[in-house]
């Protein structure tokens, strides 16, 4: 077996066993990259020496002792709306192409102080928007399973490259699925913690109330040791959360005995594609036979998740994104008369057709006298939303339903249709709305064998049973196994 | 109700008017909060400083940080809510204000729109005698915008984000001011009261104290308003009292010549007197509002809002009254004295070390003001504690130095910032009491005016007053009076 096929916690241990240097498995995820790549479209930077540099500078911390964290030495990817000091972080948009950052978000300082070695920046949506990586400014990415197909989006790059083995793992982003989705496509395991259990400080914003990042791994276990350097009150987020966060390896028991698990009925019904259906209420069983006490329920309200989170991101994000206006770094536009054609030529060069969409749904939603029909109503259904959940949870203590309607598309099957792209948001965007942690792991395969990926949302700050139902589901079937082969290609 | 002025300053002619105006103002003032760090970040506040040497990722908003509360913010602008009876809300939101502009990094202002910290308050001014209350709207925080800079280089202009999220609160009135005269008094009282509870340094000439004119006339007698325009670009008292009577007469004009005033912001420029349309209403931003998701509500808790009010010092108004009982000054000058904190405090620091509560007053309100008048400083620069005015009255009020002669250790002690005992003493200035002394001048300038003496003799009283001065110019005025008179009566009956 090559290095870049193990899991971060096996990585670890052969690390701390001093059995591999950090250096060989550096290198290892380094030469894969450069094989490979080519043909999945990941990364955006790879950072060759630097990492090499890097791992070696974690290798003497590891003899010396100082470097005890289970990621020392581990390589990580970054999705690309991460910022990373002294790292170009493009937000794969035109708009930001020459953007290097003079600062680390959070998460990175994170990974760094961990001794974790950074080997490069991720493809994405253009600002995390879409669910293809069809939008990415450079180049689109593309799924290991079936490289005609897309890897989800917009964490595109990250999952495509856990799949393909060209990183040990990877951080995405998640503000309406971007996580869960694309980790459903290429069949590895995804989690959007709670909205406010990581720090978005550096996260490039897209929309701040919904955004949230976290990991994409080859496993349960691995997911968890990077929650543990990852999650964690942070003073420079205000929207950070002042909770105990506690050690997610504890809750890596194969047991669901007396869990009561929900199954939305409105997330089984009309749209949803034959054999994620089925490969969903396999695992519905497989849980059962395992003690966990499953029943349907109704989630209303679900139809209007779609609409409400549209209005809310979008109207955020035309806030956010205001500041690319050309004045003070990123692209401009060369040729202007005057202050407003600046912004009009730059903005108009500078974002792609599904950013600028987002900005004018948004923008319109705020508009004077149209704030009560839109946002103002949105607000009002995120409310409700959340308020479903709440009630729903009093009961369950996890809701387990598909991740998305379909498997992995055709690229460029529904680039000139947004509304499906859209849709196909369904059965993710309420998490967000509703400020859930959502984990995504792998759960069948179709009939072209693409991976399906079972969605599993908790109660807020309640990653550990999530984890638990993730680990146990994954420790009693062969999915997981079988979704590691990204290997042949 | 107060009549338009038919004449303005730099017009010749005389204006009459059909009808008589109502002139109704409301002001938005935004005053900068002298907290040491910035509303979202950690830079400092300093005035000044090399261009963008004040800045950070996060006050220039760059790609992906965020903006952490200032919880001195909310601090300040609760002191002033509570210094203007304003009503303090339990929970209140920031929104954030959307529109393009060089000087706004993230192009948007964060504030607070609808769920402000302060609202209903009140500042009670006095104008002509007369007591009135100007009523508080609101009051919110906000950050400032950068500084864009025209001149420097010919094809392009420049940017300074120094100022670029220095805190900021708007303070918006009711229109409840009816000349140039109360919103000018309203802004004193304001401006001290903001300075008295330390919260602004209100330096109009720096920019930290600015406020925008909402103005439109009316028919005396008329209840609904008529339609306002803005005026923006105000910066100092004398400008805001021009641009009152400026506009004001125009909209006049274009009543009283048939036509219909517009709703829009104008720019007063104070060197040519006048005002110019900025933009009109329909040109107005949408700045599609909505509520700030990188912050969390601003809850301000009772016990908190009790801490704060405890903390409050003595506002003018309540000092004025003080100084009026406790000293007995007269309202005038107690309110002279109390309208700045800074000379209030200099009093104060005096009184301490004297019980000659009045004649401190006199000084200040004499010779210190003229001084400072005349040498363009503020009370704040006065160059000498409170304690050396004390100790000169109290020099004066033993017999020490006389009155003139106290008039000329004011000004060394104004010059060189010196304590009047070691100038006094430095420079021989003390009283001369010594008798024998005395009356050897005495008799010197006898000696010296034969022709007064006689005259004196020959029952001109007056020339007792020349030889007196004589003596006095002799002793460089340093002789005793009392006794140069008696020494004097006695050697001319000899």
């Known amino acids: 077996m090559e290095l870049y096929e193990l899991t971060v916690h096996e990585l670890s241990d052969l690390i701390k066993e001093k059995k591999v240097s950090t250096v060989e498995v550096t290198k290892s995820f380094l030469d894969r990259i450069e094989k490979i790549d080519s043909k999945v479209g990941s990364y955006l930077s790879v950072l060759g020496e630097d990492a090499v540099k890097r791992a070696m500078e974690v290798q003497e911390k590891i003899d010396k002792g100082e470097a005890k964290s289970p990621l020392s030495g581990i390589p990580v990817a970054i999705k690309d709306n991460i910022c990373t000091e002294g790292i170009k972080t493009t937000c794969a948009s035109k708009m930001l192409h020459n953007f290097v950052p003079p600062y680390n978000a959070t998460v990175t300082k994170k990974l760094l102080s961990d001794n974790a070695v950074i080997i490069g920046k991720l493809n994405m949506d253009e600002f995390a928007m879409g669910g293809s990586t069809e939008n990415s400014f450079f180049k689109p990415t593309k799924n290991p399973w079936d490289l005609e197909r897309v890897p989800g989006g917009s964490s595109g790059g990250s999952a495509a490259a856990v799949a393909a083995n060209l990183t040990a793992f990877a951080l995405g982003s998640d503000t309406g699925g971007s996580i869960r989705q694309p980790a459903s496509f290429c069949g590895v395991v995804g989690m959007k913690p709670t909205y406010g259990a990581v720090s978005r400080f550096g996260l490039v914003a897209f929309a701040s109330s919904l955004d949230q990042i976290g990991p994409l791994t080859k496993d349960v276990t691995d997911c968890a040791m990077v929650l543990n350097c990852i999650t964690g009150y942070d003073p420079m987020d205000s929207t950070s959360a002042k909770v105990e966060y506690p050690d997610y390896t504890k809750a890596l028991v194969n047991d669901v005995k007396g869990l009561k698990i929900g199954i939305p009925k409105e997330y089984m019904g009309e749209g949803l594609n034959s054999e994620v259906r089925e490969a969903v209420l396999k695992a519905v069983e497989v849980l059962k036979e395992l003690g966990a006490q499953c029943e349907e329920f109704s989630l209303p309200l679900t139809e209007y998740a779609i609409p409400a989170y549209y209005i809310i991101s979008s109207a955020e994000a035309s806030s956010n994104l205001a500041r690319y206006d050309g004045i003070k770094y990123g692209y401009r536009a060369e040729k202007f008369t005057d202050l407003l054609d600046l912004y009009k030529q730059t903005r108009s060069e500078g974002f792609g057709t599904e950013v600028k969409r987002r900005i004018m749904i948004g923008t319109y939603a705020l508009s004077s006298g149209y704030y009560d029909a839109y946002y103002k109503k949105a607000l009002q259904l995120r409310t409700l939303i959340k308020k479903g959940f709440d009630e729903a949870f009093q009961k369950y203590d996890v809701i387990l339903g598909p991740t998305a309607p379909t498997t992995a598309y055709k690229l460029g099957e529904k680039v000139n249709n947004p509304l499906e792209m859209y849709l196909g948001d369904i059965y993710t965007v309420s998490v967000n709305i509703a400020g859930l942690p959502g984990l995504v792991v792998p759960c069948g395969f179709d009939s072209n064998g693409l991976p399906i990926g079972l969605q599993l949302i908790g109660k807020p700050f309640d990653e550990s049973t999530l984890l638990r139902v993730g680990f146990t589901f994954e420790q009693n079937t062969d999915y997981n196994k079988r979704a590691r082969i990204g290997g042949e290609l | ?494």
């Not at chain 2, 930290?208 to 209840?223: E, F, T």
């Not at chain 2, 005992?421 to 420079?427: C, D, L, R, S």
């Open chain 2, 1 to 494: 109700m107060n009549k338009i002025p038919t004449t303005i300053k730099g017009q010749e002619s005389e204006v009459s008017y059909n009808m008589e105006y109502e002139v109704v103002i409301g002001l938005e003032v935004h005053a900068e909060l002298s907290t040491k760090s910035k509303i979202y970040c950690s830079c400092t506040t300093e005035f000044g400083g090399e261009p963008n040497t004040h800045a950070c990722p996060i006050c220039t908003g760059m790609p992906g940080v965020l903006p952490v509360l200032n919880k001195k913010v909310v601090e300040y602008a609760v002191r002033a809510g509570l210094a203007t009876n304003c009503h303090i809300a339990e929970y209140s939101k920031q929104d954030r204000k959307n529109y393009f502009y060089p000087d706004l990094p993230k192009a948007f202002q964060t504030s607070q729109y609808d769920l402000p910290l302060c609202s209903n308050g009140y500042i009670d001014i006095e104008v002509d005698g007369k007591q009135k209350r100007i009523g508080i709207t609101r009051i919110h925080i906000e950050e400032d915008a950068g500084k864009l800079m025209h001149d420097e280089w010919d094809t392009a202009s420049l940017i300074d984000y120094n100022r670029c999220g220095v805190p900021l609160i708007e303070i918006v009135t009711e229109p409840d001011m009816r000349s140039a005269q109360e919103v000018k008094v309203f802004l004193e009282n304001l401006k001290a009261i903001l300075q008295y509870i330390d919260v602004s340094d209100c330096k109009m000439q720096e920019g930290s104290l600015r406020a925008d004119i909402n103005l439109s006339v009316r028919p005396v007698g008329q209840k609904e308003l008529g339609t306002r325009t803005e005026m923006k670009n105000l910066n100092s008292f004398k400008a805001i009292v021009r641009a009152i009577e400026g506009e004001a007469q125009r909209q006049i004009e274009v009543l009283e010549s048939g036509g219909t005033v517009i709703q829009e912001t104008r720019r007063w420029d104070d060197v040519k007197g006048m005002s110019y349309a900025m933009r009109s209403k329909e040109e107005a931003h949408d700045y599609r509002y909505f509520p700030e998701p990188d912050l969390m509500p601003i809850i301000v808790d009772e016990k908190w809002k009790q801490e704060i009010k405890d903390s409050l010092p003595e506002l003018p108004e309540a000092r004025k009254k003080r100084y009026i009982s406790e000293y007995g000054l007269p309202e005038y000058d107690a309110s002279i004295l109390t309208g700045s904190k800074a000379l209030a405090d200099f009093f104060e620091d005096a009184v301490k070390n004297t019980d000659n509560a009045k004649a401190v007053s006199n000084w200040i309100m004499g010779d210190l003001l003229r001084t400072l008048k005349e040498k363009e400083m503020e009370a704040e620069q006065i160059p000498f504690p409170g304690e050396y005015l004390a100790k000169l009255v109290t020099l004066i009020d033993k017999g020490t130095i006389s009155g003139t002669i106290a008039k000329k250790v004011f000004e060394k002690m104004f010059n060189q910032g010196k304590d009047p005992e070691v100038i006094v003493k430095e420079e021989g200035l003390e009283v001369v009491s010594d008798e024998s002394a005395l009356v050897a001048v005495v008799k010197k300038v006898l000696e010296n005016n034969p022709q007064s003496v006689a005259d004196y003799k020959s029952g001109k009283e007056k020339a007792f007053g020349f030889l007196v001065g004589q003596a006095m110019k002799e002793t460089k005025g340093k002789a005793n009076p009392q006794m140069i008179n008696k020494i004097l009566r006695e050697e001319l009956e000899k």
